[in-house]
């Protein structure tokens, strides 16, 4: 059986990995990693694999069967997305949830125009987590669904904050609201803002001489990120940063409340919880499923953008059908 061959567009956080998670992964081989900066300067930790410019990805279609896609929400995938687009079959972990049905439509021509698959916004929120939302909303119909993400660090807010005009480095932890999460649970099915559902605190090392009180107002007051929330900024050096900050674990929870019986008498609780050690390397894991999956329905003739909402889950594994059926159901 020939290998996928992967390519990973971005050497950060998640595109590191990525690289890991393929080791673990027997189907599936690294093709080459792109990245803006000096490619002689990055080194992998793959025997063989070498990386290059990102201007020679062009030159590479018919060695990269997926090209998974590890920039930022803000500004990397909306481009760069498109434009790989047109070239290679792809897969992304954009989590810009506001933006997602423009981005969707914008991948989709482009995709079925150049007859590739390209899935978007997996990873585990979007994600894992809303195939969890679709499952258990599907189940208990007369109900209400939550989704409470963290403690931990999300990579697109910190991302984010690092665009900020004055800032170097950042990192925002994302804390759900015990109280908020209490009434859930107990079935009172409440009304909840992003407010009252989530805290974010960011922890920013911003340059010498930079105006901290308009950062602080850049990153509370910037839209689909943190206006909708209390957000907590606190100005450190990079060396408390990098002791004290340097994890990237996350997770949280998606909660299903609802309600069954004739008059609606019995209240039923679905509850998914991830605890991830890291972040990006749990992300990088989803994302290389989903490239299984993009590879196979793209030599089905299936192109165009998908969700994960799209895809059967046999697609996402490297069992056979008949594997399936005797081990997991």
């Not at 956080?13 to 080791?23: D, P, Q, R, S, Y």
């Not at 793959?46 to 062009?58: E, V």
């Not at 609606?264 to 050690?277: A, Q």
């Not at 196979?296 to 889950?313: C, F, H, M, Q, W």
């Amino acid at each position: 059986m020939r290998k996928i061959r992967i390519g990973i567009l971005g050497y950060g956080n998640l595109g590191k990995g990525v690289e890991v998670g393929i080791l673990q992964n027997k189907d599936m081989e690294l093709a080459g990693v792109f990245t803006r900066r000096d490619a002689d300067k990055v080194e992998l930790i793959t025997d063989n694999a070498k990386a290059y410019h990102i201007t020679k990805a062009k030159e590479m279609t018919d060695k990269i069967d997926v090209m998974i896609l590890c920039g930022g929400s803000k500004s990397d995938i909306p481009t760069q997305g498109p434009e790989f687009a047109e070239i290679f079959n792809t897969v992304d972990a954009f989590d810009t949830h506001a933006k997602i049905s423009d981005y969707y439509d914008a991948m989709d021509k482009v995709a079925r125009r150049a007859k590739k698959t390209c899935v978007i916004a997996s990873g585990f929120d979007p994600g894992l987590f809303s195939l969890n939302r679709l499952y258990a909303e599907a189940v208990l119909p007369v109900g209400k669904n939550y989704t409470f993400w963290g403690k931990g660090v999300s990579q697109g807010h910190s991302d984010a904050i690092r665009k900020v005009e004055g800032v170097i480095d950042a990192r925002q932890y994302t804390i759900p609201i015990e109280e908020a999460m209490n009434k859930v649970r107990s079935g009172e099915m409440p009304d909840l803002t992003p407010r009252q559902k989530h805290l974010r605190e960011c922890f920013v090392v911003a340059d010498d001489g930079a105006d901290l009180s308009r950062i602080e107002n850049d990153i509370k007051s910037m839209p689909d990120y943190f206006s909708d929330y209390d957000t907590i900024v606190n100005f450190i050096s990079q060396e408390e940063l990098d002791k004290n900050h340097k994890g990237l674990a996350h997770g949280g929870f998606v909660i299903q409340s609802g309600k069954t019986g004739l008059n609606d008498e019995n209240s039923n609780i679905i509850e998914y919880r991830l605890k991830l050690g890291s972040n990006p390397e749990f992300t990088a894991n989803v994302l290389l499923a989903y490239a299984r999956a993009v590879y196979r329905l793209n030599k089905e003739g299936s192109y165009g953008a998908k969700t994960v909402l799209d895809i059967a889950p046999a697609y996402l594994s490297i069992k056979s059908a008949e594997e399936l059926r005797r081990t997991i159901i």
